[in-house]
């Protein structure tokens, strides 16, 4: 149970853990400290101990020296001067005195003044006594009159340690006459076996030394008896003792055994009386006392253990407290709430500032939910359908416009929503978004939000379809990256320009269809012819111009009116079209004209065949619905390139002279064009430009936007015949103000369908741009009346050309409008950055 709660990371196990540490670290310093001061102590005490029992041992030893000494002096004192010669009278003396055997266990014995032993009293009958005096010792005693505790003698009969104690004997006069000496075998009982016979404490020992000879003679560590301790220089310690060295020390003995040892000097006898004892009993007291100290150490350590746990246990428990609601905060999925803050100590403050903290998250998270609606509020607010991608391309989120359009086109195209719905993967559901075939050359939907996303593409731009059986439309899809900090992606926004696209449909087909017939108009007949020139040119292919022009029409008009000759062209259309091939071309020029374009034609017989078959065709009747039987027929001119003439304009003249020959002929008929045998009229043949300025196009002119492209080249080509028309004006001024008008008409078309371009496609400078075309519309207008002014003269109209040619459609053309050619650049192909204006 307690292992299951003991957690290693919690702050109160480390904390107890630590102080549990400490804890026990003081204890065993402490402990440490302690012993060794006790040690210290109890070496003192014992020292001081061992002092006083030497004390006592050495003034016993003292004593009894002394008091033999004394007796020894008072017996000498008895002896009588004039018999200290004569032997019998000594020994006589000697055993008169009973009570020398008491003191001197070995014997006693008499000197006279000369050293001549006089008495001998042996109390052992060991023969020992007569040399236990050295004759050094004796002279000592006979010479200086002193009193000489001789040195231990070790005797080898008997084999016994021994010495003697020698008094002079003086006569009257206080002379030396004789010595009496004393004898003590230190193997048989003597005053000094009392000694040996105790031991120092369970370990300690008495000694007593010859200093002179290093000799122990008497000791309770009986081992050790007799042992003569190392010669001077071996053992420091003994050299000091020997000198005279009082007191205690810790040494090693010559036994290599560590004592403490007390020392004390007995001068009398030049002995030392030492006592030893082991260091070990000395702390035998701490060695005691330890386990009991340890267990009292671990109780203690136990109970602080116990104690610093309850104590943390409850100067933590708010903390706790306040850890478990969070985490019920967590576990319940609730806000979390201020928590009770219950001391003001350090806890109190942290869950203080954990509320503020929470305070501040509350604030901050309200202005992220204002920051939130207002942000949807405003993606909302536009009509545009916008998607936030993140950098996968999966949807974040969508505005109320996008959730409604992918719910209504799934609807309509019998899909699912859910690919175009927050979380799904934006770009699986592009793949089948299909391109507007119109904007042919640029990335599919799916490469162009990944490059925009990998950061290849600054911004992506498409138009595709989305068409369905009910209807048909069109959507743009414009993609710009997004690079916050925290979310990386790209906004998708996509926009609904059906209106538009087809707004641009009617206007191209108004500009360039016939609305009765659906044939291409006038304007757009030109321009395939001027193509297909240039195409055959290339290609020194031949293309033949049919020029068509109904019979007896007239008349259909005026009997059965205008509704049924509307009824009639339509299906003359009709049927034209019918004897064609996909790359033919039928136009209406206007009133009951037609005309077809046949390119890649290998012999004029091939041209005058289909015109044949229109022929044919249109010789059938027409039966209306009304049941009336009309009948028509068509004159067919046809003229060819190169073999008739190599311009638009001659090619159409030519057909139109064959029409008429074939009229003249009697209609329903088809003529060739007949190339004059003489060299041509200049004003009929002449291919050569009548001006020698031209504006000449190159493909790097083009902006991308194809609609723009196609009417900047009929610009030029309608600013070169004006320049054509210009250098003929005086003798054909009809033809100039025709061109001039031409012109003026395509520019203010082509304005109006640039700006609706631009419009859509958010062009920054769109206001800019629309005010530059009304100044050169207004400019162009002002040169143009002060043209028209009856005393106006070729300063005028020179300077009307100029400023049409290279201001109004050259200069702005390529200067002006490169500013918005980036709209339409599509990777890896370079836009004009600087068009130079060479042709002219
Ligand atoms: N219904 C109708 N008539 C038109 C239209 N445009 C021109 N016309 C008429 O077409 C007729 C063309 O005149 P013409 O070319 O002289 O007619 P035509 O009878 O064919 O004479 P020829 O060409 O000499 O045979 C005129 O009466 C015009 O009013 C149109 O859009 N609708």
Same mark, same amino acid.
């Given at each position: 149970?307690?292992?299951?709660?003991?957690?290693?990371?919690?702050?109160?196990?480390?904390?107890?853990?630590?102080?549990?540490?400490?804890?026990?670290?003081?204890?065993?310093?402490?402990?440490?400290?302690?012993?060794?001061?006790?040690?210290?102590?109890?070496?003192?005490?014992?020292?001081?101990?061992?002092?006083?029992?030497?004390?006592?041992?050495?003034?016993?030893?003292?004593?009894?020296?002394?008091?033999?000494?004394?007796?020894?002096?008072?017996?000498?004192?008895?002896?009588?001067?004039?018999?200290?010669?004569?032997?019998?009278?000594?020994?006589?003396?000697?055993?008169?005195?009973?009570?020398?055997?008491?003191?001197?266990?070995?014997?006693?014995?008499?000197?006279?003044?000369?050293?001549?032993?006089?008495?001998?009293?042996?109390?052992?009958?060991?023969?020992?006594?007569?040399?236990?005096?050295?004759?050094?010792?004796?002279?000592?005693?006979?010479?200086?009159?002193?009193?000489?505790?001789?040195?231990?003698?070790?005797?080898?009969?008997?084999?016994?340690?021994?010495?003697?104690?020698?008094?002079?004997?003086?006569?009257?006069?206080?002379?030396?006459?004789?010595?009496?000496?004393?004898?003590?075998?230190?193997?048989?009982?003597?005053?000094?076996?009392?000694?040996?016979?105790?031991?120092?404490?369970?370990?300690?020992?008495?000694?007593?030394?010859?200093?002179?000879?290093?000799?122990?003679?008497?000791?309770?560590?009986?081992?050790?008896?007799?042992?003569?301790?190392?010669?001077?220089?071996?053992?420091?310690?003994?050299?000091?003792?020997?000198?005279?060295?009082?007191?205690?020390?810790?040494?090693?003995?010559?036994?290599?055994?560590?004592?403490?040892?007390?020392?004390?000097?007995?001068?009398?006898?030049?002995?030392?009386?030492?006592?030893?004892?082991?260091?070990?009993?000395?702390?035998?007291?701490?060695?005691?006392?330890?386990?009991?100290?340890?267990?009292?150490?671990?109780?203690?350590?136990?109970?602080?253990?116990?104690?610093?746990?309850?104590?943390?246990?409850?100067?933590?428990?708010?903390?706790?407290?306040?850890?478990?609601?969070?985490?019920?905060?967590?576990?319940?999925?609730?806000?979390?709430?201020?928590?009770?803050?219950?001391?003001?100590?350090?806890?109190?403050?942290?869950?203080?500032?954990?509320?503020?903290?929470?305070?501040?998250?509350?604030?901050?998270?309200?202005?992220?939910?204002?920051?939130?609606?207002?942000?949807?509020?405003?993606?909302?607010?536009?009509?545009?359908?916008?998607?936030?991608?993140?950098?996968?391309?999966?949807?974040?989120?969508?505005?109320?416009?996008?959730?409604?359009?992918?719910?209504?086109?799934?609807?309509?195209?019998?899909?699912?929503?859910?690919?175009?719905?927050?979380?799904?993967?934006?770009?699986?559901?592009?793949?089948?978004?299909?391109?507007?075939?119109?904007?042919?050359?640029?990335?599919?939907?799916?490469?162009?939000?990944?490059?925009?996303?990998?950061?290849?593409?600054?911004?992506?731009?498409?138009?595709?379809?989305?068409?369905?059986?009910?209807?048909?439309?069109?959507?743009?899809?414009?993609?710009?990256?997004?690079?916050?900090?925290?979310?990386?992606?790209?906004?998708?926004?996509?926009?609904?320009?059906?209106?538009?696209?087809?707004?641009?449909?009617?206007?191209?087909?108004?500009?360039?269809?016939?609305?009765?017939?659906?044939?291409?108009?006038?304007?757009?007949?030109?321009?395939?012819?001027?193509?297909?020139?240039?195409?055959?040119?290339?290609?020194?292919?031949?293309?033949?111009?049919?020029?068509?022009?109904?019979?007896?029409?007239?008349?259909?008009?005026?009997?059965?009116?205008?509704?049924?000759?509307?009824?009639?062209?339509?299906?003359?259309?009709?049927?034209?079209?019918?004897?064609?091939?996909?790359?033919?071309?039928?136009?209406?020029?206007?009133?009951?004209?037609?005309?077809?374009?046949?390119?890649?034609?290998?012999?004029?017989?091939?041209?005058?065949?289909?015109?044949?078959?229109?022929?044919?065709?249109?010789?059938?009747?027409?039966?209306?619905?009304?049941?009336?039987?009309?009948?028509?027929?068509?004159?067919?001119?046809?003229?060819?390139?190169?073999?008739?003439?190599?311009?638009?304009?001659?090619?159409?003249?030519?057909?139109?002279?064959?029409?008429?020959?074939?009229?003249?002929?009697?209609?329903?008929?088809?003529?060739?064009?007949?190339?004059? %045998? /003489? &060299?041509? =009229?200049?004003? #009929?043949? @002449?291919?050569?430009?009548?001006?020698? $300025?031209?504006?000449?196009?190159?493909?790097?002119?083009?902006?991308?936007?194809?609609?723009?492209?196609?009417?900047?080249?009929?610009?030029?080509?309608?600013?070169?015949?004006?320049?054509?028309?210009?250098?003929?004006?005086?003798?054909?001024?009809?033809?100039?103000?025709?061109?001039?008008?031409?012109?003026?008409?395509?520019?203010?078309?082509?304005?109006?369908?640039?700006?609706?371009?631009?419009?859509?496609?958010?062009?920054?400078?769109?206001?800019?741009?629309?005010?530059?075309?009304?100044?050169?519309?207004?400019?162009?207008?002002?040169?143009? %009346? /002060? &043209?028209? =002014?009856?005393? #106006?003269? @070729?300063?005028?109209?020179?300077?009307? $050309?100029?400023?049409?040619?290279?201001?109004?459609?050259?200069?702005?053309?390529?200067?002006?409008?490169?500013?918005?050619?980036?709209?339409?650049?599509?990777?890896?192909?370079?836009?004009?950055?600087?068009?130079?204006?060479?042709?002219?």
């Amino acid at each position: 149970m307690f292992l299951q709660r003991f957690q290693p990371q919690s702050l109160k196990t480390r904390v107890t853990l630590l102080t549990l540490l400490i804890v026990v670290l003081s204890f065993l310093s402490l402990a440490s400290y302690m012993k060794g001061l006790l040690r210290e102590e109890l070496l003192r005490f014992t020292g001081e101990q061992q002092r006083s029992a030497l004390n006592l041992l050495t003034a016993e030893v003292n004593h009894g020296l002394q008091d033999r000494l004394d007796i020894l002096k008072t017996v000498a004192s008895r002896v009588s001067p004039t018999q200290v010669d004569d032997q019998a009278a000594m020994n006589a003396f000697l055993l008169e005195r009973p009570f020398l055997a008491g003191l001197f266990n070995s014997g006693a014995m008499i000197w006279n003044r000369q050293g001549v032993l006089q008495a001998n009293m042996q109390f052992l009958k060991d023969g020992l006594v007569a040399n236990a005096l050295d004759p050094q010792e004796l002279a000592t005693v006979l010479k200086d009159g002193e009193a000489v505790i001789g040195r231990i003698h070790f005797h080898s009969k008997p084999n016994a340690p021994a010495f003697a104690m020698a008094v002079p004997i003086r006569n009257l006069q206080g002379e030396v006459i004789g010595a009496l000496a004393g004898v003590i075998r230190l193997d048989q009982a003597n005053f000094l076996s009392q000694l040996a016979s105790h031991r120092y404490g369970k370990t300690g020992n008495f000694f007593l030394l010859d200093a002179r000879q290093r000799l122990i003679f008497a000791t309770s560590d009986t081992p050790r008896l007799m042992e003569v301790l190392p010669a001077p220089g071996i053992s420091p310690w003994i050299d000091r003792f020997v000198q005279g060295f009082e007191g205690t020390a810790r040494v090693v003995n010559p036994h290599g055994v560590e004592v403490l040892v007390s020392i004390r000097q007995i001068p009398l006898a030049h002995w030392y009386a030492s006592v030893t004892l082991a260091p070990e009993e000395t702390f035998a007291l701490i060695e005691a006392i330890q386990p009991r100290g340890r267990l009292a150490a671990l109780v203690l350590a136990l109970f602080c253990l116990t104690l610093i746990w309850l104590m943390l246990r409850r100067q933590l428990a708010p903390m706790t407290a306040a850890v478990n609601t969070l985490d019920g905060f967590v576990r319940h999925n609730q806000p979390p709430q201020a928590l009770p803050v219950v001391r003001q100590d350090e806890i109190g403050q942290l869950v203080g500032g954990f509320n503020r903290l929470l305070d501040t998250l509350a604030q901050q998270k309200k202005v992220l939910q204002d920051s939130e609606i207002f942000k949807q509020a405003v993606l909302n607010s536009v009509t545009a359908e916008i998607a936030v991608l993140n950098r996968n391309g999966v949807i974040l989120t969508v505005n109320d416009a996008w959730r409604r359009c992918s719910q209504a086109c799934a609807a309509e195209l019998g899909q699912s929503a859910s690919s175009t719905e927050v979380g799904a993967n934006y770009l699986a559901a592009c793949q089948s978004v299909e391109a507007d075939p119109a904007a042919s050359g640029t990335l599919s939907a799916q490469d162009g939000i990944q490059a925009v996303l990998d950061g290849r593409s600054p911004r992506f731009y498409l138009e595709y379809t989305c068409h369905s059986s009910q209807q048909q439309r069109w959507f743009s899809m414009s993609v710009t990256p997004l690079q916050g900090e925290a979310l990386q992606g790209a906004v998708v926004s996509l926009e609904d320009i059906s209106e538009r696209i087809q707004m641009e449909k009617q206007v191209r087909d108004l500009a360039f269809y016939d609305p009765l017939t659906h044939l291409p108009n006038r304007r757009l007949a030109l321009e395939r012819l001027t193509q297909q020139l240039v195409r055959a040119r290339r290609a020194q292919t031949r293309l033949a111009l049919l020029f068509i022009d109904l019979d007896k029409f007239k008349p259909i008009n005026d009997a059965l009116g205008h509704e049924v000759g509307d009824w009639v062209l339509h299906a003359v259309a009709q049927r034209i079209q019918a004897c064609l091939r996909e790359s033919d071309t039928a136009a209406r020029l206007g009133g009951d004209e037609f005309v077809v374009l046949l390119p890649d034609l290998q012999t004029s017989d091939a041209a005058l065949a289909v015109a044949e078959k229109i022929r044919a065709a249109l010789a059938q009747d027409f039966v209306t619905t009304q049941g009336l039987v009309l009948s028509i027929s068509s004159s067919i001119g046809v003229a060819l390139y190169p073999d008739h003439g190599e311009t638009e304009k001659d090619l159409l003249r030519l057909g139109d002279e064959a029409m008429y020959r074939a009229k003249k002929s009697g209609c329903n008929a088809v003529q060739l064009c007949v190339k004059p %045998l /003489s &060299a041509p =009229a200049p004003e #009929a043949c @002449d291919p050569a430009p009548k001006s020698h $300025v031209h504006l000449r196009w190159k493909a790097a002119f083009a902006s991308g936007n194809p609609v723009i492209d196609q009417e900047h080249e009929t610009l030029f080509r309608l600013a070169n015949t004006l320049l054509d028309e210009a250098a003929l004006r005086r003798q054909q001024p009809a033809a100039f103000e025709a061109a001039f008008e031409a012109l003026l008409a395509h520019v203010v078309e082509h304005f109006a369908h640039e700006e609706a371009i631009l419009l859509a496609h958010g062009f920054a400078g769109m206001a800019d741009h629309a005010r530059q075309h009304q100044v050169l519309l207004a400019r162009a207008h002002a040169l143009h %009346l /002060s &043209a028209l =002014a009856a005393d #106006a003269g @070729d300063a005028t109209e020179g300077e009307l $050309v100029k400023f049409l040619v290279t201001e109004l459609v050259a200069g702005h053309m390529l200067h002006t409008d490169s500013a918005f050619f980036p709209l339409f650049a599509t990777p890896g192909v370079q836009t004009l950055a600087a068009p130079k204006f060479s042709g002219i």
